[in-house]
């Protein structure tokens, strides 16, 4: 089946210490999306690629970076700089010309 | 960027139907109306949308007001695994990003 892949499920980081989570999708859809969602909030959008090698800041990038390489993977990247990174991330994509986004099931990120 | 509202939570009994409603003052006429929801720990999950018109599928029913300032998401006989946060959403820009407000949550009552 079809789908989008998010790993780990759940992360643990250090303080001052960069981590990359995990985003495939076999879907063949063009655009990605990662999305950052905090206990009783809606989600917010950290980055945006609608083709390889190319990404749009969302509202909230700053201390994220991601790469699009490959149309099927689009890792995100949490640095030292984000302040306040424990949070729920979600992982989204969307087919050129369709309506429906298609999530993954998240990745948790703990800072201890 | 146009904005929704939605109340923060909502009661309904087991397999009676559902209204969730959603206000949308601020649309253009180009934004389509989406409708998510989420279980818990999970990612959201398309619900349905539309643009003028009411829409109907497998999951739920969607009217639209005919100013569009406001719709309506109408599960027709609710189950415990309707359970979830429903986000109403307003589709915008060129990359047509999904702008997330904080939802409703609907708590199914056996």
């Known amino acids: 089946d079809g789908g989008i892949t998010q790993s780990p499920k759940y992360l643990f980081r250090k303080e001052g210490q960069n981590v990359t989570l995990s985003c495939e999708q076999n879907l063949n859809h063009d655009a990605m999306y990662w999305y950052r969602q905090d206990p009783g909030q809606g989600l917010r959008l950290i980055y945006y690629?609608?083709?390889?090698?190319?990404?749009q800041k969302g509202d909230i990038a700053e201390g994220y970076s991601v790469s699009r390489e490959k149309k099927e993977s689009f890792p995100l990247t949490v640095t030292s700089a984000q302040k306040n990174p424990t949070a729920f991330y979600l992982c989204?994509?969307?087919?050129?010309?369709?309506?429906?986004?298609?999530f993954g099931s998240g990745t948790r990120l703990t800072v201890v | 960027d146009a904005k929704t509202t939605q109340p923060n939570s909502m009661e309904s009994n087991e397999e009676e139907p559902v209204h969730l409603p959603c206000n949308h003052s601020?649309?253009?006429?180009?934004?389509?109306i989406h409708w998510y929801r989420q279980l818990p720990s999970q990612g959201p999950e398309y619900v349905i949308h539309?643009?003028?018109s009411n829409v109907n599928n497998r999951m739920a029913s969607l009217a639209i007001a005919e100013d569009r300032k406001s719709s309506t998401l109408i599960l027709h006989r609710a189950t415990l695994r309707d359970a979830a946060v429903y986000y109403c959403i307003l589709r915008q820009g060129s990359a047509r990003q999904l702008t997330f407000g904080s939802g409703t949550q609907l708590t199914v009552l056996p």
């Open positions: 690629s609608q083709i390889v090698n190319d990404f």
């Open positions: 989204a994509s969307r087919r050129t010309g369709g309506y429906g986004y298609t």
């Open positions: 601020t649309i253009s006429g180009t934004d389509y």
């Open positions: 539309g643009l003028t």
